[in-house]
């Protein structure tokens, strides 16, 4: 190789050597791995608390206390200005909560989707399974109820639970990717969705087919056997009887051995018979991004100028005869505002508009929530969110629902009037009798709930107030740990 020259000295080769050496480190350390790489490692060294998101909010609060004794200081510092974020937030989350989120074959969830047209025998779900189950966007919410935060308001359905709950938890501060350091295991399964797509099918072995096949999927996997089920959970869109009741159309998911070992969130629970059934709200229209969408709502609802003592919205039932009450009481009072929903008029088509709901009910004081179908209505919800008082004639309404939700002391924040008794005929009596201070603590109390009842935007970066989501995660941690413990 060096014939006819000189051979280099021993200490220019070793420099070469070095040289080529220091060049190659530094074009390993200068160039590292992938993002993607790198986000994996943190995802599986990280513990939940310290998992580095832009999409959760940096100011989520580690527990209930800690919320409880900053709220007041963080609502006037947020109304007031809007303070920088950093590009990268570090959210906080509740440390006993660790949420493992199953990544289930796409027939059970996602997969549904592609069907959108035929989820439902009534309506097209295309439009509504968009945007995470959020639904259309809402240009306007009417001009009496204007607000800048246009990008927080949604045409949701009122089934759509369960896929706006399975997008907050992708994004979620206490999602970890390693099952070992789970204390609970979603299953997002779009039950509702399904059951909903059978209601026509005749054959109780097809209509079953799918709730069968998630069983047998989840039992041969070992995150299942280490509590047989007991710190799993599934979120369900639709009400109980949909899942577990011998009239024609309904599922049987409930009534399968496996998912009776489960947690089941629901937005109607068995009242009766469900020990391991729990009540989470039907949404609403409002999914705010940030605390500051939050409370300029709340201000508005406090401010707004209430015209009306009580209202009523909705439609005659065959099997809620109170309603008809109702709707003669409301017709006669010129106290009340009433919404009929039956028909194809105009008027029936307003209850349609989330606009005109929201509007009759941020003009009430009281509004009226009776049963229908079912015990339960999406109403219950509208009008927290519109900072009207639910006047319940049924337990099963609310009460017995949404225990993780809702104050212990119902007069707080509600009017009970029994089904079964006089003060039924004579509601505008009734609702008279309240003290006017009384009327403000409960509707302030009203106003105060509207965040944990409310779903926020699952794409969103600064929610800083917990939501429906974060107060199930909550008190479900609180209840497994008593199974497993």
């Given amino acids: 190789m060096f014939s006819g020259e000189k051979k280099p000295p021993i200490l220019l080769r070793f420099s070469s050597s070095l040289l080529l050496f220091l060049s190659a480190a530094f074009l390993i350390f200068w160039f590292p791995s992938s993002p993607d790489t790198l986000i994996q490692q943190k995802h599986d060294h990280d513990h939940i608390q310290h998992h580095d998101s832009p999409h959760v909010n940096q100011n989520r609060n580690q527990n209930n206390n800690n919320s409880n004794s900053n709220s007041s200081s963080s609502k006037n510092d947020d109304v007031l200005t809007t303070p920088t974020k950093p590009y990268v937030t570090v959210p ?42 959020l639904g259309q966007p809402l240009a306007t919410i009417g001009s009496t109820l204007e607000t800048n935060n246009s990008n927080s308001w949604y045409a949701t359905n009122q089934f759509a639970a369960e896929m706006i709950f399975h997008a907050r938890l992708l994004n979620h501060p206490c999602r ?49 056997q280490k509590q047989k089920g007991k710190d799993h959970f599934m979120a369900l869109g639709r009400v109980v009887r ?32 469900g020990s391991n059934q729990h009540g989470i709200p ?60 039956r028909g194809g008029n105009d008027e029936a088509r307003k209850c349609q508009e989330p606009s005109e709901v929201l509007k009759v009910m941020s003009e009430s004081v009281f509004c009226l929530q009776a049963p229908g179908d079912t015990f339960t209505r999406r109403s219950t919800f509208d009008s927290v969110l519109a900072g009207c008082i639910p006047v319940f004639f049924s337990p099963h309404t609310a009460y017995s629902q949404y ?46 709930l509207i965040p944990s009842l409310t779903y926020a935007n699952p794409n969103a970066s600064d929610f800083g107030f917990e939501d429906a989501v974060d107060v199930a995660l909550a008190s479900l941690a609180k209840k497994v740990k008593k199974f497993v413990d």
Wanted: contains cysteine.
């Fill in 92 to 133: 906080k989350c509740n440390q006993q909560v660790s949420v493992y989120v199953y990544t289930l074959p796409a027939k059970f969830n996602l997969g549904l989707l592609h069907n959108c047209h035929d989820l439902n025998f009534r309506t097209d779900m295309c439009p509504h399974v968009a945007n995470s189950g």
């Fill in 176 to 224: 970890t990717y390693d099952p070992a350091r789970a204390t609970l295991f979603y299953v997002p399964y779009y039950g509702g969705l399904h059951v909903s797509s059978k209601f026509r099918e005749r054959n109780q072995t097809a209509r079953d087919e799918l709730d069968v096949g998630l069983v047998d999927y989840l039992q041969f996997q070992p995150t299942w």
């Fill in 242 to 273: 949909d899942f577990k009741s011998s009239w024609v159309g309904a599922g049987r998911l409930l009534k399968l051995a496996g998912v009776e070992n489960m947690s089941v969130l629901i937005i109607e629970r068995n009242p009766f018979n």
């Fill in 282 to 341: 039907y949404p609403s229209y409002f999914h705010p991004s940030t605390w500051h969408d939050m409370s300029t709502w709340q201000t508005k609802m406090r401010e707004t100028h209430r015209r009306h003592l009580f209202s009523f919205i909705g439609a005659k039932r065959r099997k809620a005869a109170i309603r008809n009450e109702f709707i003669k009481q409301c017709g006669e009072s010129t106290r009340c505002m009433l919404l009929n929903c």
């Fill in 403 to 448: 225990q993780w939700y809702l104050p212990e002391e119902r007069s707080e924040y509600s009017v009970y009037i029994d089904q079964r008794s006089k003060a039924r005929k004579r509601i505008e009596d009734e609702l008279l009798k309240i003290p006017s201070e009384k009327v403000k603590r409960m509707r302030e109390k009203i106003i105060g």
